[in-house]
């Protein structure tokens, strides 16, 4: 079992810039890819960005390519979601997700094992 704890989210101007963290508890984070979610006002849940275990591999969503990063530290149990150039549409709920899975199909169908209860981005014009 794992569990997920976000923080970092908050209010910022367009153009500016936040990093979310994920701290994961357990001693099998390092064995998990992760990934990162949002959730739009009216609008369905998307993926963002994922990271493999080892940081070797991501992956991110057209709509945030070259403005987000997503890394890991795991000596920190910790995964982070750099997002720079913030648009008054990314405002959302922000969710970070763990899986046991070798591959990010899990992430790409929005079925990750684990989640976390979410941080709030909002992001004024």
């Known amino acids: 079992q794992v569990q997920l704890v976000e923080s970092g989210g908050g209010l910022v101007q367009a153009g500016g810039s936040l990093r979310l963290s994920c701290a994961a508890s357990?001693?099998?984070?390092?064995?998990?890819?992760m990934g990162w979610f949002r959730r739009a006002p009216g609008k369905e849940r998307e993926f963002l960005a994922a990271?493999?275990?080892?940081?070797?591999?991501?992956a991110y969503a057209d709509s945030v390519k070259g403005r987000f990063t997503i890394s890991r530290d795991n000596a920190k149990n910790t995964v982070y979601l750099q997002m720079n150039s913030l648009k008054p549409e990314d405002t959302a709920i922000y969710y970070c997700?763990?899986?046991?899975?070798?591959?990010?199909?899990?992430?790409?169908?929005?079925?990750?094992?684990?989640w976390g209860q979410g941080t709030q981005v909002t992001v004024s014009s």
């Open positions: 997700a763990g899986d046991r899975s070798s591959s990010f199909g899990p992430f790409y169908r929005g079925s990750p094992d684990y």
């Open positions: 357990g001693r099998t984070f390092s064995s998990y890819n």
């Open positions: 990271i493999s275990w080892s940081g070797s591999r991501t």
